[in-house]
């Protein structure tokens, strides 16, 4: 190992026993019937020195270094011709064995992948295309049964990289380094893997609250399922992931231990320790071995616990997705020793040619492109693929600045020209659909002319007719429309005596209105002063033997306008007799409806003869007046001003009677006027009505017209 010392740039190459140990371990895989010959145990020596040591190689001269090692040691050790050993993986017998050679060396356990995990037999796959079947069929199976979808590309590169991941499942306590950039397929290489091998894959769900305390729960899980229930499980992790560096200790305990210090609790100890002594009882009776029997002798807690460590060695299988990229990646190695000491390491170098070449292929197959065309694109891609890693090569040497070209780079590249093609096509075959649909419409538009040229032809007549008909019918138009603007004429002039008229007769109504509202305080007043009148005031004056001169006079005045007539009594002083109002008024008094008659009275007719009685013989006499009455009575008071009221509401009602009556003759003549109006105006519209359909009937002769002598004259063109 002289000539593979570590460096700043090669920190990994780090080697020690447990190297050699992994090279026996692999080939203890394979069953004794399994190898044919001595030329089989050679390639299975080979090829796990390869799988040790050769995949974390980086440089090309160390790997030619290796290379001729194990030449030399076939020839040397084992006497043998590396030309004759590795025969049947060259396409002539005249060539010779060289590293690409190597590339297609595979053993595995996955010949039969539909045999249960425990009955596979770890043999040589003599034929690398062999594989692509089997890989494929395991992918279907894998998006078939997971939710999340792998659209895997399959080629050599591939199936020689899950070939290594799955013989390091193979082996118990098999933890595995996998380095290469982003996109280079460690991720899905290890799901697959470890579908096809039958195993649980846990990987942490890492979001932005995930910390060392879901970490250890993660763990915690993981540990469970590997070391209590004894099911094989891969614990897949990347750099992406570790977001503290604790995480990384723990893992770097877990290589080494197989357990976390101070992991569980005294509660969760105990319980795996129920889950293991359950899970040996269960396999001592399903394989009643020395082992397992052995192994169920101690059932202290101590010894149960270290039982459960030992499974979670063999069961549990850590993969770790590193990046080379940075400073990081060389620090965690030299921090955490065990990331190298404990795991095989896979270095995922550049995509070679032909993987470049399939994955192109099978990306640009969906396009529907032509072989050839197909073969010439790939070309490109790959051209353009090689060009731009050596001048990221070139820009390193001049400038100093690292530039990474990563498959993620070629696949972008090649999805850029998917849908750069994809929208080309797009528009090519609308502008293509835009082309036929205009040719058809051309070709309908062609094969109408014939017929409408016949239709012409026919409607010849009809159109010679129509223009005569057309030429009367203006002259029509012409006479009504002169109609119309006479009628339109008698309208406005009608319109505007009416609104003179209605003007009139609203003044008029406004100023009756006025008229009657001077009397109207006075008459609500005295309503009012009646409204306050009760029946014992009333009765008082009723029962009055010598009433007042005042509460007498306003009676009086009350007799004269209800048209009461007095009674002839005789005088006591004199012995004449003398009109006395005194013993009406009482039995006026005495009615029940009295108040109410005097609210219900008929102010708008009363005669003129008592209304000039009560003018000349009553409102002029100065003991009328509420003021002095109310000294007598309060009844008397509120009579006063009734009667008072409706001498002046008469008053009023003669000035404004007259005005009434023209008010009323002008509102007869404006409903006469107004119904004349209505009927010259429905005239109107008749005639209009008229005129309009006129007009529209024109305006289709004319458009009937118009399209006849367009067709025939677009038919003229077409000929």
Known sequence: MANLLPTPAKSHYVFNLRDFSRVILGICLIKKEHVSSKQTFIRLWVHEVLRVFYDRLTDDNDRKWLFEFIKNAIEVYFKDKINVVFAHLLENSRDEVNEETFRSLIFGDFVDIDALPEERCYEELTDINAMYPIVEQCLSEYNATHKTKMNLVIFRYVLEHLARICRILRVPSGNALLVGVGGSGRQSLSRLASAMAGYVTFQPEVTKDYGLSEWREDVKSCLKNAGGRGAQTVFLITDMQIKDEAFLEDVDS??????????????????????????????????????????????????????????????????????????????????????????????????????????????LETLGMEPELRDRATHIFKYFHKSIIDLSVKFFEQLGRKTYVTPTSYLEQIGSFERLITKKKDEIMTAKLRYLNGLDKLAFG????????????????????????????????????????????????????????????????EECRADLAEAQPAMEAALAALDTLKPADITIVKSMTNPPPGVKLVMEAVCVMRDIKPERVTDPSTGKKTLDYWGPSKRLLGEMTFLQSLKDFDKDNIPLQIVTNIRNNYITNPEFDPAKVARASSAAEGLCKWILAMEQYDRTAKIVAPKKIKLAAAEKELAENMAALKETQASLKAVEDKLAKLRENLAKTQVRVVRSEVSTHAGWILD
């Not at 039982?307 to 965690?332: M, Q, Y």
């Open 254 to 363: 877990l290589l080494n231990s197989g357990e976390v210090p101070n992991l569980f609790t005294s509660e969760e100890r105990a319980e795996i320790t129920e889950l293991v002594q359950a899970a040996l009882e269960a396999e001592n009776r399903k394989n009643p071995t020395a082992a397992n029997a052995a192994a169920m002798q101690d059932t202290s807690p101590l010894a149960l616990f270290a039982a459960f460590v030992n499974r979670c060695r063999a069961n549990l299988h850590i993969i770790i997705a590193f990046s080379p990229i940075g400073d990081a990646f060389r620090n965690r190695l030299r921090q955490f020793p065990s990331l190298t000491n404990c795991c095989t390491i896979d270095w995922f170098t550049s995509w070679p040619e032909d993987a470049l070449e399939r994955v192109a292929q099978r990306s």
């Open 446 to 509: 062609a094969s109408q002319v014939a017929d409408m040229q016949v239709k012409l032809e026919e409607l010849q007549p009809q159109l010679v007719e129509a223009g005569a008909a057309n030429e009367k019918l203006l002259v029509v138009i012409a006479k009504e429309s002169a109609a119309a603007e006479e009628q339109r004429e008698r309208v406005v002039k009608e319109e505007e005596e009416v609104n003179l008229k209605a003007d009139a007769s609203k003044a008029l109504s």
